[in-house]
Structures are given as C-alpha cells and as structure tokens.
C-alpha cells in the first residue's frame, strides 16, 4: 500500500512539472523576445522614443499573451486534484481567428528553435467556439509540443492547422509530416502516464481527451507510422 501511494505522489508530481514546463517554456521564450525588442546591442535597455509604434505593439501583445497563459496555468494548478478530475470549464464565446494566432504566437519561438513550418487555414473573422480559453490552450500547447517531437530529425518539418465548419460542428487539426505512431501502440497513447519518451510524464494526450470531454466536444487521431499524425478536435457550433 505504501509503494502504490508513493507511485500515486510521483504520478501526481509528473503531471503538475508536465503542465508548467509545457506552459512556462514558451512564456519564457516571449520574454526574452521582449526582453530583446527593448534593448540595443550592449543589452542596454532603450528610451521610450527609441521604440516605434510597431514594437511597441508587439510587445503588448506579447505580454498579454504571457499573461493569459500564466493566468490559464495558476488556475490549472490550483482546481487540480487528480487526472480525471479537470476543472469545470467556464465557457465563454471566444473568436477563433484570434486564439489561434495568439496560440502561434505563445508556440513561435519553439518552431523557430526546431526550423519547423508553421500554418493556419484560413478562418473567418466571424467564426466562434464556446470554450473555457485557458483550458483550451493548454490543449493545444500539449498537442504542437507533441507534434514538434515527432519532427526531430524529419527533412522539412510542418505543422498545419486546419479549419472545418458545418451546420453543428467545428473542427480544428493539428497536423504534422512527422514520424507517425507505431500501430503496435495506438491503443495506448491515451492510458495516463504512458510514454515512450525519456523525458515524457504520459499526460498530455489523455489529459487533452479528459478537456475537450469536459467541453462536451472530442479529440480524434489519425496516424501513419513515418508519414503524418492529425490530431482533431471537435467542438459543438455555437447557433
């Protein structure tokens, strides 16, 4: 008994170190990119008349992503209790367009890092999901980071956001030109803490699942081992 509650701690530990290194790794490359619009060549910080409107807007927009993400993640940690017991999302009507250009822009410096292609189908201004943002996000910060992965050592790597609306749904992909998923574990990939990285906590998949079940919605994955892997999610379409 005292082993099964020693593994439940470590487990426990796993998944919270999972969720801020996925979350802080990105707010710090943004920070640094501030970091860098605001000083000269020696790292001296800049005058404020030296700063156009240009950098100074992206600056803005920078730091309101860090701080939505920071936000998402104080909140994640403090509502979590167990894997299966994720926050009760608090809904909200939110533009798609926009999230998920803020979502490039919180994942920018990580693709860059890797040199990976990074696209969004076109989307219309106009089109909403109703979701909780901060959960959402974390979705899709799990999934890309699971994309560039399966990228290393891929000639030509991309990741590709794709967009589908009907009448009831709408759907978002995550597809990527990587190494794919072995077919001899395909029934695994969502069974919390399995992994087959050295450095992965087995999480992120089924805890995205666990997300997008408490937005009434689903997560799907396609995959051909060494071809591509398309990671869906399904919302219900907001009349």
């Known amino acids: 008994i005292e082993q099964k509650e020693i593994e439940a701690w470590h487990n ?12 802080f790794t990105p707010v710090s490359s943004l920070a640094t990119t501030i970091k860098g619009l605001t000083e000269d060549e020696s790292k001296t910080a800049l005058k404020a008349a030296d700063l156009d409107d240009e950098t100074v807007e992206d600056i803005n927009q920078a730091a309101n992503v860090i701080h ?15 894997i299966s017991n ?8 939110v533009k798609i367009k926009p999230f998920m250009e803020d979502i490039e822009l919180l994942m920018k410096p990580l693709l860059e890092k890797n040199k990976i292609e990074f696209s969004i189908d076109k989307i219309p201004p106009r089109a909403i999901f109703e979701i909780d943002q901060k959960l959402i996000e974390q979705v899709f910060i799990n999934i890309i980071g699971n994309s560039v992965h399966a990228l290393e050592g891929v000639e030509n790597p991309k990741i590709e956001i794709g967009f589908d609306i009907t009448e009831t749904q709408i759907k978002l992909t995550v597809l990527d030109n990587g190494n794919g998923i072995p077919e001899s574990i395909k029934d695994q990939i969502f069974i919390p803490f399995f992994t087959t990285r050295k450095d992965g906590s087995g999480i992120g998949l089924s805890l995205s699942k666990n997300i997008m079940k408490r937005h009434k919605g689903q997560l799907t994955i396609k995959s051909v081992e060494g071809k591509f892997t398309e990671v869906g999610l399904i919302f219900s379409r907001v009349n």
Request: no cysteine.
């Open 68 to 82: 939505r993400r920071s936000e998402g993640l104080l909140d994640f940690v403090k509502d979590y209790r167990t």
């Open 86 to 93: 994720v926050p009760v999302p608090i809904l909200e009507e």
């Open 12 to 23: 426990i530990i796993r998944v919270l170190a999972h969720e801020m290194l996925n979350s």
